[in-house]
């Protein structure tokens, strides 16, 4: 019984290593560079000049909204007192 169960171990062994070492057979061809020089460096560029246009009105409202709470707190105190 033991020398089976060794045998369908080892023969499972074997059929998965077959399995995983034939996995690449099919990959994609990786031999073609591209190099886009000036381009990808637009691309990022813009990209970078959309977050900084974004974060502007962004950080504005942040300072208003900051800015509203310590008045608040202000008239807050002021009614306490």
Known sequence: MKTNMRQLATAINAALITMLATANAHAASTNKVFISKI???VFLGFCA???VVQLIPAMMTLYGML???SKEQEKSRVRNN
């Open 39 to 41: 381009g990808i460096f």
């Open 49 to 51: 000049l959309v977050l």
């Open 67 to 69: 800015k509203g709470v």
